[in-house]
């Protein structure tokens, strides 16, 4: 439009009017737009609206109003003189997005570029300027200020265009509008200098377009974006180098060739450019090693904090985080180490498999919290009962395992092996509680054959061996074991579908009362009929059922049964009898046992005080919340309890008088002293019934197997017996034919 118009006159018009519709193009893009800081796009407002006014005195005050040319100075340098400062330090603002050392080097890096362009500068243009004569010193100053304002914009340029620190594209629209700016600065101070330039010159196009890019930047959308992490970085670019080298050189390059051509050149000032330049390179470079040191250390720190993450990450592959110990697959290598030892320099090589007796009832009665306690004082004693060098680690659960990788002689292992298990016997201070704790422990023995997996097997066999035989002990692996474990094995996996096959029945032992040697009642005892083995003892297969957790629908099933046999009993003998049933630590820690006792009562028909619930006395002494809730649960609609097997267990009488018991079953061992020689089993038995008596609890003797046994609890006053002399366990038909005789039958007894 500008070019299209007829006469000069209008040309200045249009002029006017373009820059005043970039500066309304700016205020609509900050009102649409709304950028975030606005100070940057009102001085660019400022700058375009300063350069207006110097062009409408220069284009409409001196072309049209005065018609006369322009002075030097004029009226319009100080609005145009004015205008730049705006210009670079909005466009700056916008387009600068780090302050880091990376910012700083390119900063001095641009600045490189600008004395360069100043040494080009001075040399072919400044220079003629600085010397006229015909030129006032105002006048001068004036003119060497638009190419001294010039070089920042190419300092703008550079810093923006060729090292990327404008990245959006509101950005780069500005700086092509510098770009354009520039372009018409220098060529209008060329064709000046050579007095080639008239009003309406194709180069008034550059600084209109310089007025339009900038409100077109305005207007677009990513004027207000905010930065990403793109914007805040300066990439090191292939650029920089080449141009860097360049500018480096051209100074030196003036003064070669111009002593060459024997042209006149500014020795001071492209001297001093150079000093500069020189300065700056030197900065640049001294930057550039700082930062490479910088970077350096960075790295080695890098490095270091990997090393250290992968040292921690391999710890803790290898190592259990509770306690500390190595876990299950260290110990597996280590013994893999060991035992890749040729076998005839190899020394004795073992494993200890430690595993924890009644760990569960910690957990449920304390808390898991407590249980990771008494884990880690587990790991601290074996620690310390270990010898240098041997490996203790953590399996899992409350598994503990002892590599003694040079133990010498078998009797070397039997020796840590006891220090194992005395010091976990020593009572732990949990919740303010001393809490019995104790360990079985499996050993076995490398031979020059064995491998990991079958050593740590055996000792795992060898413990469940301990466990069998009573627990808080250890056994050495002996092949014998080797078909036992073969054998739970087999048990368990006959389990599945025994019941509904009907392969369980029930025997009854008669319970007597002392007094007058009628018949109470019947205790149940469970029998398997196995299809392959025959009948099974219950000392086969009930701790495996208990281990496996069969032990709960089989004693469910077992309940039922004796319930509705007691109730047959009842209603064809009219007597009133008992029945009592055992109950395991697995069925006393199930939350539904009191609801199966209640139902097995309710489809039977017997009353809750004719059914009498067993409990072991070991069983009471795990002191489990469980436990203590069922046995209370129990007695609340009437169930009697009785603790069996008593003696077996160390109970106290302050241990015992809390507990909601109703029977004390004598365990064999205290009735088998009596009728010897001497007094002192009738003196531990009548010390049992007193401490009986004091409970109020009544008494039953087990394993009567002779009449001077029997006739010794009568005389100290026992209650209630049942053993071998009075009758071996019986079936269905022979509890039936026992009771169609008198009631009487063992009162001559």
Known sequence: MYFALPTQSADDIAYVVIGVVSVAMVLAGLRLHRPESRLPWLLLVGYIALSVIGDGIENLGYGVILARPVPLPSAADPFYLAAYPLLFIGVTRLCQRTHDRRSRESHADAAIVVVAALALSWHFLMRSYFHDSSIGPLGKIVMLSYPLMDLGLVFIIVQSLVFGTARRAAHRILVVALLASLVSDFTYDVMVQYGHYAVGNVIDGGWLLNYMLIGVAALHPTMAAKPSGRDLTVPDSGRRIPLLALAGFVAPAILLVSSAVKATVDVPVIAGTSIVLFSLVSLRMSWQFERVRADALALEDALRRREELESDLRHQAFHDPLTGLANRMLLHRQVERVLAQPAGTRPLTAVCFCDLDGFKTVNDSLGHLYGDDLLAITAERLLSVVRAGDTVARLGGDEFAVLLESAGEPETVAAVADRIVAIMREPAELAGRQIAVS???????????????????????????????????????????????????????????????????????????????????????????????????????????????????????????????????????????????????????????????????????????????????????????????????????????????????????????????????????????????????????????????????????????????????????????????FAHPLTENEVDQLLVQPAATFRSL
């Open 439 to 725: 360990v079985s422990v499996g050993v076995a023995l490398a031979g020059p054959h064995t491998t990991a997996e079958q050593l740590l097997s055996e000792a795992d066999i060898a413990m469940y061996e301990a466990k069998r035989l009573g627990k808080s002990r250890w056994e050495m692996f002996l092949p014998a074991m080797q078909s036992q474990t073969f054998e739970r094995l087999e048990l368990t996996n006959a389990f599945r579908g025994s019941l509904e096959r009907d392969e369980f029945f029930l025997l009854y032992q008669p319970l007597l009362r002392l007094l007058d040697g009628c018949l109470e009642g019947f205790e149940a005892l469970v029998r398997w009929r196995h299809p392959d083995r025959g009948v099974i003892a219950p000392n086969q297969f009930i701790p495996v059922a208990d281990e496996t957790g069969f032990v709960v629908p089989l004693g469910r099933w077992v309940l039922e049964t004796a319930c509705e046999e007691a109730v047959r009993w009842q209603r064809e003998s009219g007597r009133d009898l008992t029945v009592s049933v055992n109950l395991s630590s697995r069925q006393l820690q199930e939350r539904h046992l009191c609801d199966d006792v209640r139902t097995a009562l309710a489809v039977s028909g017997l009353s809750a005080g004719q059914l009498l619930l067993e409990v072991t006395e070991t069983t009471l002494l795990a002191d489990s919340e469980e436990i203590r809730a069922s046995l209370s649960g129990l007695k609340d609609f009437g169930v009697r309890i009785a603790l069996d097997d008593f003696g077996t267990g160390y109970s106290s009488i302050a241990y015992l008088r809390h507990l909601p018991l109703d029977v004390l079953k004598i365990d064999k061992s205290f009735v088998e002293t009596l009728g010897g020689p001497g007094d002192e089993g009738e003196a531990l038995v009548s010390t049992v019934l007193r401490f009986a008596r004091i409970l109020k609890l009544r008494t039953v003797a087990e394993g009567i197997e002779s009449g001077d046994q029997l006739q010794a609890l009568r005389n100290l006053g026992c209650d209630s017996a049942q053993g071998f002399f």
